[in-house]
């Protein structure tokens, strides 16, 4: 159990979860006070020593199910579909403590493929990747959420949405219990590494923006406002420290001049830090909407740590957003495509970074000083139309400081229809795929 402990540890790293030699011993003592016998208690010991954050859990658990648990054989017998749906709908009406039987009885029958088993009566699909267990082909067969349409509906409105909340907060523990049988499956036929590397989710935060399904968005929504407020903590600490500025040489000696000469308490020059201006210029065409409404949503909740935040957001043409944010409250799901429509952001609905740039330059150059830090979020994908270097060059100059934020990895800047690579040289760019990029690029960067 060492190395696999060992093994485990590293797998958890290897997933952004940052597990050191302490931990590990932790971990290694919870095993021998809790011990083997019972795995839910175990995984809970395990993760007091091992999760330092919010967010790591799900990652945790999936990779200690492939480590820690092992594969259960179901009863040899078959049912039919509808059998299995009836058994899932009593699972879901009440608590049924064979709720994991039922899920792998219903992987064995409808979630295998490529030969790893039986699979349903018919022949099982064979796909180029080899053999294998489906979690999401086992959901579809039995479509669970045709079920709590039917079981959630009460005597009363009360009714109703209570049955919907239990049976909604039992099917995601059905959902996780066929996850995890056809993980531990496959880790059969492939191996417990190669599923650990390649078939475990990544946490919310390391998800990408621009690949995130509604689920993980949600998620992630959770994630930002809490790490909002983590980031204002820091960045006022790191301000208040700045303030203390460098040594003043001359009034030193002289003061050292009481001690013989020895300069025991050195004098510090006081500096003047003026909170900085932001202005944030965010692309909202549907490619990056996501990525819009998460950095936003970030910038307003540090508005503590600037003088003044202005937002404008823009598709082809560019108009002041500053008012659909409440300071110290987070925006509701969806607030990008909702500005997308109520606010003159778009004339023609594609991207027009040349157009947009040119539009802000025309009517809102006034937002931008001295003292002003421009924050510019989007792909730099200009759909083949004039990136307008020059207005993006003027911007700069008229800004203190200016920054571009861009969702796509680095080595996409140069390709297809992307300007990124140009309006780098205006301007300094930064990948931010995830929100752990986002706070890191954000925490570094602002305030100046």
């Given at each position: 159990?060492?190395?696999?402990?060992?093994?485990?540890?590293?797998?958890?790293?290897?997933?952004?979860?940052?597990?050191?030699?302490?931990?590990?011993?932790?971990?290694?003592?919870?095993?021998?006070?809790?011990?083997?016998?019972?795995?839910?208690?175990?995984?809970?010991?395990?993760?007091?020593?091992?999760?330092?954050?919010?967010?790591?859990?799900?990652?945790?658990?999936?990779?200690?199910?492939?480590?820690?648990?092992?594969?259960?054989?179901?009863?040899?017998?078959?049912?039919?579909?509808?059998?299995?749906?009836?058994?899932?709908?009593?699972?879901?009406?009440?608590?049924?403590?064979?709720?994991?039987?039922?899920?792998?009885?219903?992987?064995?029958?409808?979630?295998?493929?490529?030969?790893?088993?039986?699979?349903?009566?018919?022949?099982?699909?064979?796909?180029?990747?080899?053999?294998?267990?489906?979690?999401?082909?086992?959901?579809?067969?039995?479509?669970?959420?045709?079920?709590?349409?039917?079981?959630?509906?009460?005597?009363?409105?009360?009714?109703?949405?209570?049955?919907?909340?239990?049976?909604?907060?039992?099917?995601?523990?059905?959902?996780?219990?066929?996850?995890?049988?056809?993980?531990?499956?496959?880790?059969?036929?492939?191996?417990?590494?190669?599923?650990?590397?390649?078939?475990?989710?990544?946490?919310?935060?390391?998800?990408?923006?621009?690949?995130?399904?509604?689920?993980?968005?949600?998620?992630?929504?959770?994630?930002?406002?809490?790490?909002?407020?983590?980031?204002?903590?820091?960045?006022?600490?790191?301000?208040?420290?700045?303030?203390?500025?460098?040594?003043?040489?001359?009034?030193?000696?002289?003061?050292?001049?009481?001690?013989?000469?020895?300069?025991?308490?050195?004098?510090?020059?006081?500096?003047?830090?003026?909170?900085?201006?932001?202005?944030?210029?965010?692309?909202?065409?549907?490619?990056?909407?996501?990525?819009?409404?998460?950095?936003?949503?970030?910038?307003?909740?540090?508005?503590?740590?600037?003088?003044?935040?202005?937002?404008?957001?823009?598709?082809?043409?560019?108009?002041?957003?500053?008012?659909?944010?409440?300071?110290?409250?987070?925006?509701?799901?969806?607030?990008?495509?909702?500005?997308?429509?109520?606010?003159?952001?778009?004339?023609?609905?594609?991207?027009?970074?040349?157009?947009?740039?040119?539009?802000?330059?025309?009517?809102?150059?006034?937002?931008?000083?001295?003292?002003?830090?421009?924050?510019?979020?989007?792909?730099?994908?200009?759909?083949?139309?004039?990136?307008?270097?020059?207005?993006?060059?003027?911007?700069c100059d008229r800004a203190k400081h200016a920054y571009w934020l861009n969702p796509e990895p680095s080595r996409s800047w140069p390709t297809g229809d992307s300007a990124a690579h140009?309006?780098?040289?205006?301007?300094?760019?930064?990948?931010?795929?995830?929100?752990?990029?986002?706070?890191?690029?954000?925490?570094?960067?602002?305030?100046?």
């Amino acid at each position: 159990m060492t190395d696999r402990l060992v093994e485990f540890v590293g797998l958890l790293r290897d997933h952004g979860i940052a597990a050191g030699p302490s931990e590990t011993l932790d971990a290694a003592s919870a095993m021998l006070a809790l011990g083997l016998s019972d795995r839910a208690r175990l995984r809970s010991g395990m993760a007091a020593c091992l999760l330092r954050r919010n967010g790591q859990r799900a990652v945790f658990n999936q990779l200690f199910d492939l480590y820690f648990l092992t594969v259960e054989q179901p009863p040899a017998a078959t049912e039919s579909v509808e059998s299995l749906r009836d058994r899932l709908t009593a699972a879901l009406t009440e608590d049924d403590p064979t709720t994991a039987d039922l899920a792998r009885q219903a992987l064995t029958q409808l979630g295998a493929y490529g030969g790893a088993g039986t699979g349903r009566s018919e022949t099982p699909v064979t796909t180029a990747s080899g053999a294998g267990w489906s979690a999401y082909q086992t959901m579809k067969a039995l479509r669970p959420e045709e079920l709590i349409e039917r079981i959630a509906v009460g005597p009363t409105e009360l009714d109703t949405a209570v049955r919907t909340i239990e049976a909604n907060r039992r099917l995601t523990e059905f959902r996780t219990a066929v996850q995890t049988e056809a993980r531990l499956r496959s880790a059969q036929l492939r191996g417990t590494e190669y599923i650990a590397r390649r078939g475990v989710q990544s946490s919310p935060d390391q998800i990408d923006f621009l690949g995130a399904r509604e689920q993980d968005l949600a998620e992630m929504r959770r994630l930002v406002h809490p790490l909002a407020r983590k980031l204002a903590t820091r960045l006022a600490a790191r301000r208040r420290k700045s303030v203390r500025g460098h040594i003043d040489m001359r009034r030193t000696l002289r003061r050292s001049m009481a001690t013989g000469g020895v300069p025991i308490a050195p004098v510090l020059r006081a500096r003047k830090h003026g909170r900085p201006d932001l202005v944030v210029l965010a692309d909202l065409s549907g490619s990056v909407t996501g990525f819009a409404e998460f950095t936003l949503q970030l910038i307003q909740a540090l508005q503590d740590q600037f003088t003044k935040v202005r937002s404008f957001g823009f598709i082809d043409t560019c108009d002041e957003i500053t008012d659909f944010f409440t300071p110290g409250e987070p925006p509701s799901p969806g607030l990008a495509a909702r500005i997308a429509r109520e606010a003159n952001v778009a004339r023609y609905g594609s991207s027009n970074y040349g157009e947009a740039l040119q539009g802000f330059l025309d009517h809102h150059l006034d937002a931008l000083g001295p003292r002003t830090s421009l924050l510019i979020l989007g792909d730099a994908r200009t759909n083949r139309t004039d990136p307008n270097l020059p207005a993006l060059q003027t911007l700069c100059d008229r800004a203190k400081h200016a920054y571009w934020l861009n969702p796509e990895p680095s080595r996409s800047w140069p390709t297809g229809d992307s300007a990124a690579h140009l309006y780098a040289e205006y301007v300094t760019m930064h990948e931010c795929r995830n929100v752990k990029q986002l706070a890191e690029v954000v925490g570094r960067l602002l305030p100046n």
